[in-house]
């Protein structure tokens, strides 16, 4: 029979044996990564850019300026050129960029990596050169633009993007005179002369007008014969009318014995009226505007 004493030199061996098995290990070998090629860079996104309408100004109500604030977001590490490469408008519909002409206007078009800028951009616009309008009745332009922007950076890469904008500001025209009278003072057929010529402003327009001022000169038969400036406060109302009179004193003496002899027998002669006069029009663009006028009738006194 075994006894205990006999099983201790076996246990400590057993026991040694399991606290070499539980030694701690030491750290895995470190691996070297396999040698993998480089992948070619790829191009950065390209820049975010928007077109917002802004403000317009005329020079009378053929001529404006309108003006845009081009915002450009640069996301590379490369800085940015701009360009126009092409353009096209819209107005009321109807596409033709005659009379036109787009820029951006500023001196430095860059820019920076990672960094945004605003330009202004301008659309100069002359009505007298746009193809003859078809709604002669509008009463606002609206103008849609669109650029075709251009991007050139300092690494040589190049990008474009498309960009668009509306304008919609109201139309102004010019009121309309027409000569609706003229007469002479009874009993004063030579000599000195009192003319009255009866004058009817029609305004075309969706908003009141005032005449502050006339200029006039005053010819019979293709002579001159007076000249003369009132200035009035005339108010014209929207899509209405409004009627004033130019009162002239003519010396007859300066004038040719066949003009006196007409007037005398009462025939017919040819007036003319022309001159220039200042419309005020209440509008941010454009609060007022000169226009000349040259009007003929011909009249039995």
């Not at 691996?31 to 480089?38: K, N, Q």
């Not at 992948?39 to 309408?53: D, S, T, W």
């Amino acid at each position: 029979m075994i006894t205990f004493k006999f099983l201790i030199p076996f246990l400590g061996l057993a026991l040694c044996g399991l606290c070499l098995t539980c030694k701690t290990k030491g750290p895995p070998p470190e691996v070297t990564p396999l040698s993998m090629p480089i992948a070619p860079a790829v191009k950065g996104e390209n820049p975010a850019a928007r077109l917002v309408f802004e403000r317009v100004e005329a020079e009378d109500v053929e001529q404006f300026a309108l003006y845009f604030i081009l915002e450009v977001e640069n996301p590379r590490s490369a800085e940015v050129d701009l360009a126009i490469r092409e353009w096209r408008i819209q107005i009321n519909n109807r596409e033709s960029n005659e009379g036109a002409a787009l820029s951006i206007d500023s001196d430095h078009k860059r820019v920076a990596a990672t960094g945004s800028a605003r330009f202004p951009l301008r659309l100069d616009l002359d009505m007298n050169k746009f193809s003859p309008f078809d709604e002669e009745g509008a009463a606002e332009y609206r103008t849609a633009l669109q650029v075709d922007l251009g991007f050139a950076f300092a690494t040589g890469d190049t990008a474009g993007t498309l960009i668009s904008a509306e304008a919609v500001f109201p139309r102004i025209r010019e009121p309309e005179f027409v000569i609706t009278s003229i007469a002479v003072s009874k009993g004063e057929r030579t000599a000195n002369t009192h003319f009255r010529v009866s004058l009817q402003i029609d305004n075309p327009n969706v908003f009141p007008l005032e005449l502050s001022s006339l200029t006039y000169s005053f010819y019979g038969d293709g002579h001159f014969w007076a000249d003369g400036k009132n200035d009035i406060f005339l108010q014209i109302p929207a899509n209405s009318s409004a009627e004033t009179q130019v009162f002239l004193l003519i010396n007859f003496i300066d004038i040719s014995r066949n003009l006196q002899d007409k007037l005398i027998a009462l025939k017919r002669v040819h007036y003319r009226l022309t001159g220039e006069t200042t419309i005020l029009t209440n509008i941010v663009y454009l609060p007022e505007f000169h226009m000349d006028f040259d009007l003929s009738r011909e009249s039995d006194l």
